[in-house]
């Protein structure tokens, strides 16, 4: 995959956003031959969709835009306070002191602006999705502070968690809707989104490479049952196993309802490594 080429359903993504938030060219936008396509201040619009499509670009369309009024470290800390207000089982596993405390001390922590786009893009077109991130980050964090992890890890953990589905925003969304019965020439595609996550880590951001590694990992277990690579762990990444059993967690816990905790138990007990 080469983000050269605009992806169909990434790009659905940014102008549905534009429709309602101000996307900008941060520079020109030129494609593989250097004709340029859309100048440096224009809007991002449908005109502009049109003409992506056509053409391999010089580089990634993500990294050539900004929003404004974009999702923050700052803001996706208070969205998460939120929602620890509103859901007593959350407060229970994520509101104790030290991880609030660390919670807090990440407010300032700068976010790469292609992925300030793409969590935006989410946050405004996709909020249960975005909200999942959002319980995965309070759950990680949960689980890091009872196990006393060090700054370092936190910030690793917390990046990861906000992160790891946002391989998602690159597959068709129909494949993504769970109440549908996937083939498995559908299902790969979905299976491929914690490698597609890495690659923007890797390829649109300087984060460390921690991250993308717990990212790809978020699917992975333990026996070797989970995706994309069906990796058995004789000695598993620490983080990246924390983030899955967060992820798995978040899933239920968010659908709440009578039994939750008894849910949350019997995951806990079935799935290898959790």
Not at 31 to 59: C, I, N, P
Not at 235 to 256: E, H, Q, T
């Amino acid at each position: 995959m080469s983000f050269n080429t605009v992806n169909q359903h990434c790009l659905d993504h940014i102008v549905g956003l534009a429709e309602t938030k101000e996307v900008i060219a941060a520079e020109d936008i030129v494609d593989e031959r250097g004709v340029m396509l859309w100048a440096k201040g224009g809007r991002v619009s449908r005109e502009l969709q049109e003409k992506l499509l056509k053409r391999k670009l010089m580089q990634p369309l993500e990294v050539t835009l900004t929003v404004n009024d974009a999702v923050s470290f700052a803001t996706v800390i208070d969205d998460a306070l939120a929602l620890l207000d509103t859901d007593p089982m959350l407060g229970a596993m994520a509101g104790s002191r030290d991880t609030l405390a660390v919670l807090r001390d990440m407010r300032g922590m700068p976010l790469p602006p292609p992925v300030s786009l793409l969590l935006t893009a989410s946050r405004e077109r996709q909020r249960k999705a975005f909200d999942h991130n959002l319980y995965t980050v309070l759950i990680s964090m949960g689980i890091g502070a009872r196990l006393r992890m060090g700054f370092q890890d936190a910030q690793t953990l917390m990046l990861a968690a906000l992160l790891h589905d946002l391989g998602e925003m690159y597959i068709n969304p129909d494949f993504l809707n769970v109440q549908q019965r996937l083939e498995p020439k559908d299902w790969k595609y979905v299976a491929a989104h914690p490698l597609i996550g890495r690659m923007v880590i890797q390829d649109m951001t300087k984060l460390p490479s921690a991250v993308g590694e717990c990212v790809v990992m978020h699917h992975e277990r333990l026996d070797g049952s989970g995706y994309p690579n069906h990796v058995a762990h004789t000695r598993p990444n620490r983080l990246g196993a924390w983030l899955a059993v967060a992820d798995s967690v978040a899933a239920i816990v968010a659908r709440g309802g009578v039994g939750c905790a008894s849910r949350v138990g019997l995951a806990l007990r079935i799935v290898p490594e959790e």
